[in-house]
């Protein structure tokens, strides 16, 4: 009789598990299986579509980032070996896990979804990676008549003209950060042009009264659970890069509704640490007081509601300290591939005076900082050669639409690449070398191979978006850049190690695992 209680248990949860159990295979099988199979045979149909040739089951085309990463390459290499054939398409069919995107790659398409937006291709808000941080800023709203206004007040306050007041303070910060370095010591280029870029937001944002907004510390989680205390500073680069990570963790392939509601940890973990970020920059704007400052402007600006302001300015953030910071770090290295390119920078900046370090204020303005069109030029191929971010956030189409004969439903995701355009060899000469002469009008090199000078075409240069909803703050980013690189090269002289030099396969974009470690071998001029 007991063992047969015993079997009739088993039975029965046997019997009852099958009700688990059938519906769940069911799903995996619908949702790993079917589904990609069905999407991928949907696009193939279509001749200007590009597909990947397999599909790994679970993983999709992030298994090309494992991939990578396993063979010690920076994790989105790929994009360049598939670009040669990627460019011959009018669409890329991508599938991130099981939940596919669409980006347009030629012209005809990259144009064809301006013509539409915003009516049919617009934001749609992402709660995944970056979208955590900037869930509700202007960035992740629809084209609507508030979150233009937001934008455009924005960028109207840091256009080149209105943030070029900033320069001397941008000087100051420069003087504080890098003019402390000694020689001998070594430096990690990224972390370093991160505490530079993070000052000059600052400088910017909340004014000359908030120099030390990065220096503020509170109580971080690690990922152990314990808690240390973090400066605003390193929270942000920390938060950012986690959010980004946690794209490549195996519950969001597996189940992404753990990623999207932050139902376990690192997801968990992660929101706790926004939400304690958020709190400490939240009791700074009420110490703002600075009249020369976006905060103050913007506080003043009674069209704009100040929790609305709150996620534009945490926007910014995120976006604009990071992104500058690896595209200073990709010039940094690439200037120490190729020499040349690094005396050209100097000589010209020797010519504006940027050299004569009893007089640098008088260096430091808009006027001169116009004349580099060399260092200008440097600094757009950095952004070309490796672009900080290789996407952009979620678009969707909020109806059904046919463009160059390709049918798209409702609700279909979109993302603009930043990344493959700029290989194409169809527009550049020689896309895998650094080249800043390809963007000065009195070079060959400046149009398409094998045209008879024929100029590139729109938006095959394109690492602040394109578009109505292209960065806002690419003016700021471009003289910040500036900033930064004049002081650098004309106070510092650094080695990197040859064998990371001769590394075709390290990459500077956002959430990189590389360091630039920097050996400071000489301090120039008056070491300030």
């Given at each position: 009789?007991?063992?047969?209680?015993?079997?009739?248990?088993?039975?029965?949860?046997?019997?009852?598990?099958?009700?688990?159990?059938?519906?769940?295979?069911?799903?995996?099988?619908?949702?790993?299986?079917?589904?990609?199979?069905?999407v991928r045979n949907y696009y193939k149909k279509y001749k200007n579509v590009w597909v990947?040739?397999?599909?790994?089951?679970?993983?999709?085309?992030?298994?090309?980032?494992?991939?990578?990463?396993?063979?010690?390459?920076?994790?989105?290499?790929?994009?360049?070996?598939?670009?040669?054939?990627?460019?011959?398409?009018?669409?890329?069919?991508?599938?991130?896990?099981?939940?596919?995107?669409?980006?347009?790659?030629?012209?005809?398409?990259?144009?064809?979804?301006?013509?539409?937006?915003?009516?049919?291709?617009?934001?749609?808000?992402?709660?995944?990676?970056?979208?955590?941080?900037?869930?509700?800023?202007?960035?992740?709203?629809?084209?609507?008549?508030?979150?233009?206004?937001?934008?455009?007040?924005?960028?109207?306050?840091?256009?080149?003209?209105?943030?070029?007041?900033?320069?001397?303070?941008?000087?100051?910060?420069?003087?504080?950060?890098?003019?402390?370095?000694?020689?001998?010591?070594?430096?990690?280029?990224?972390?370093?042009?991160?505490?530079?870029?993070?000052?000059?937001?600052?400088?910017?944002?909340?004014?000359?009264?908030?120099?030390?907004?990065?220096?503020?510390?509170?109580?971080?989680?690690?990922?152990?659970?314990?808690?240390?205390?973090?400066?605003?500073?390193?929270?942000?680069?920390?938060?950012?890069?986690?959010?980004?990570?946690?794209?490549?963790?195996?519950?969001?392939?597996?189940?992404?509704?753990?990623?999207?509601?932050?139902?376990?940890?690192?997801?968990?973990?992660?929101?706790?640490?926004?939400?304690?970020?958020?709190?400490?920059?939240?009791?700074?704007?009420?110490?703002?007081?600075?009249?020369?400052?976006?905060?103050?402007?913007?506080?003043?600006?009674?069209?704009?509601?100040?929790?609305?302001?709150?996620?534009?300015?945490?926007?910014?953030?995120?976006?604009?300290?990071?992104?500058?910071?690896?595209?200073?770090?990709?010039?940094?290295?690439?200037?120490?591939?190729?020499?040349?390119?690094?005396?050209?920078?100097?000589?010209?900046?020797?010519?504006?005076?940027?050299?004569?370090?009893?007089?640098?204020?008088?260096?430091?303005?808009?006027?001169?900082?116009?004349?580099?069109?060399?260092?200008?030029?440097?600094?757009?191929?950095?952004?070309?050669?490796?672009?900080?971010?290789?996407?952009?956030?979620?678009?969707?189409?909020?109806?059904?639409?046919?463009?160059?004969?390709?049918?798209?439903?409702?609700?279909?995701?979109?993302?603009?690449?930043?990344?493959?355009?700029?290989?194409?060899?169809?527009?550049?000469?020689?896309?895998?070398?650094?080249?800043?002469?390809?963007?000065?009008?009195?070079?060959?090199?400046?149009?398409?191979?094998?045209?008879?000078?024929?100029?590139?075409?729109?938006?095959?240069?394109?690492?602040?978006?394109?578009?109505?909803?292209?960065?806002?703050?690419?003016?700021?980013?471009?003289?910040?850049?500036?900033?930064?690189?004049?002081?650098?090269?004309?106070?510092?002289?650094?080695?990197?190690?040859?064998?990371?030099?001769?590394?075709?396969?390290?990459?500077?974009?956002?959430?990189?695992?590389?360091?630039?470690?920097?050996?400071?071998?000489?301090?120039?001029?008056?070491?300030?």
């Amino acid at each position: 009789p007991k063992l047969r209680m015993i079997y009739d248990l088993f039975r029965t949860i046997g019997y009852y598990s099958l009700y688990f159990w059938i519906p769940l295979i069911i799903y995996f099988l619908y949702a790993y299986v079917y589904k990609p199979y069905k999407v991928r045979n949907y696009y193939k149909k279509y001749k200007n579509v590009w597909v990947a040739p397999s599909y790994v089951i679970f993983l999709g085309d992030a298994y090309n980032y494992v991939k990578n990463i396993m063979n010690d390459r920076i994790f989105y290499y790929h994009f360049k070996e598939e670009a040669k054939e990627v460019n011959n398409y009018d669409f890329k069919l991508e599938m991130i896990g099981v939940n596919p995107q669409v980006k347009p790659v030629s012209y005809a398409a990259q144009k064809a979804f301006e013509d539409h937006c915003p009516r049919v291709f617009d934001k749609v808000r992402e709660n995944m990676c970056l979208g955590k941080i900037i869930k509700d800023s202007f960035g992740q709203s629809r084209s609507n008549e508030n979150a233009m206004h937001r934008r455009r007040t924005f960028m109207k306050l840091l256009s080149f003209n209105a943030c070029s007041k900033y320069i001397p303070t941008m000087l100051e910060c420069c003087k504080q950060e890098i003019g402390a370095w000694k020689i001998g010591e070594e430096r990690e280029g990224l972390y370093e042009m991160n505490m530079v870029t993070f000052g000059f937001f600052n400088l910017a944002m909340f004014g000359k009264d908030m120099m030390n907004v990065g220096l503020k510390t509170f109580d971080y989680e690690k990922d152990d659970g314990t808690m240390m205390k973090i400066t605003m500073r390193d929270s942000l680069m920390e938060i950012t890069k986690n959010m980004i990570e946690s794209m490549k963790h195996p519950l969001t392939a597996f189940l992404p509704i753990m990623n999207e509601k932050e139902l376990c940890n690192p997801f968990k973990r992660n929101r706790r640490n926004l939400n304690a970020f958020r709190k400490v920059l939240k009791q700074f704007l009420d110490q703002v007081t600075d009249e020369e400052s976006v905060i103050k402007a913007l506080l003043d600006d009674k069209s704009i509601d100040n929790d609305e302001m709150f996620e534009d300015l945490l926007g910014f953030m995120c976006a604009g300290t990071e992104t500058s910071a690896h595209t200073l770090t990709t010039l940094f290295y690439h200037v120490k591939k190729k020499p040349e390119v690094l005396e050209k920078i100097k000589e010209e900046l020797k010519e504006n005076g940027f050299f004569d370090y009893n007089n640098l204020e008088a260096a430091y303005n808009y006027d001169n900082l116009m004349k580099l069109e060399y260092l200008n030029n440097s600094i757009k191929e950095a952004l070309r050669i490796d672009a900080p971010v290789f996407e952009t956030m979620e678009y969707k189409t909020w109806e059904d639409i046919e463009v160059l004969g390709v049918k798209f439903p409702k609700n279909t995701i979109f993302k603009k690449d930043l990344y493959i355009p700029h290989y194409d060899e169809k527009e550049y000469f020689y896309p895998r070398e650094f080249i800043p002469e390809r963007f000065d009008p009195e070079s060959d090199l400046f149009y398409k191979p094998n045209s008879d000078k024929k100029s590139r075409r729109p938006y095959s240069y394109c690492p602040f978006g394109y578009g109505h909803r292209a960065c806002p703050g690419q003016s700021f980013s471009m003289l910040e850049l500036k900033v930064a690189c004049c002081y650098f090269f004309t106070h510092v002289e650094y080695d990197v190690e040859q064998k990371l030099l001769d590394n075709e396969y390290v990459g500077w974009a956002v959430c990189t695992p590389y360091k630039l470690p920097m050996k400071i071998t000489e301090r120039l001029g008056n070491k300030k």
